[in-house]
């Protein structure tokens, strides 16, 4: 309304709109994550939170974990990083959580994440199941592995939903959601739930990129 006027002059908070993230905050029990307003960041897309997580954690020739195929849109960020691809086989049931679990043994350098898309894959369209989840998150755990989970596509779904995000019941998930697939791909407005302890130094390369979205 006019009345906030004076506060629209300037740059609002890094961390974006308000009653923006609210909505956001309210918006993901659905895919039954209980975040707060506080710990969403606004991105320009949910590829915005893949460059900002890969600007913080990599460096040159770092290892990282991904999904065989995957989106070509994350490998195009990744590649700027020039990091090194750990593949992992999917199937019908998602991520194959056992030859991850055994491909991880036979790595000299442990990979600084492991970046998938458990619901709607792409390109591949596949699910993760119940049993596959829970595996992973146990993996995840004890492997101490920090998951980037991109979840563009989990409200979409006819008949059966997808299962509960990864972030639902793991808080150490850096999560991403997309309004670019629910509502128009060129709004460009996605968002990021990260670890607590990582959130003030996202922000901290957020503002070095675009200051405020």
Do not use: C
Not at 68 to 73: H, L, S
Not at 150 to 174: C, K, T
Not at 176 to 185: E, V
Request: aromatic content about 8%; glycine content about 10%; cysteine-free.
């Amino acid at each position: 309304s006019w009345t906030d006027a004076p506060g629209n002059l300037g740059y609002g908070e890094l961390a974006g709109f308000p009653p923006l993230r609210e909505l956001i905050s309210s918006r993901m029990g659905v895919r039954g994550i209980s975040a707060g307003p506080g710990e969403i960041m606004v991105t320009n897309g949910s590829q915005q939170g893949i460059d900002l997580i890969a600007r913080l954690m990599l460096d040159a020739g770092d290892p990282i974990l991904v999904e065989g195929p995957t989106y070509i849109g994350a490998m195009q960020t990744f590649d700027a990083y020039e990091v090194e691809y750990v593949v992992i086989p999917m199937d019908d049931d998602g991520i194959d959580v056992a030859a991850l679990d055994a491909r991880l043994d036979t790595l000299e350098r442990k990979p600084k994440l492991l970046y998938t898309i458990p619901a709607f894959q792409n390109p591949t369209g596949a699910s993760i199941t119940p049993a596959r989840r829970e595996a992973l998150l146990e993996l995840a755990i004890r492997r101490r592995l920090l998951v980037l989970e991109d979840d563009p596509y989990g409200e979409l779904w006819f008949g059966q939903p997808p299962v509960p995000a990864l972030r639902a019941d793991h808080p150490s998930v850096v999560y991403l959601g997309s309004f670019s697939k629910t509502i128009a791909p060129g709004l460009r407005v996605g968002w990021m739930v990260p670890p607590p302890e990582l959130l003030d130094l996202l922000l901290m390369a957020k503002e070095g990129t675009d200051i405020h979205g």
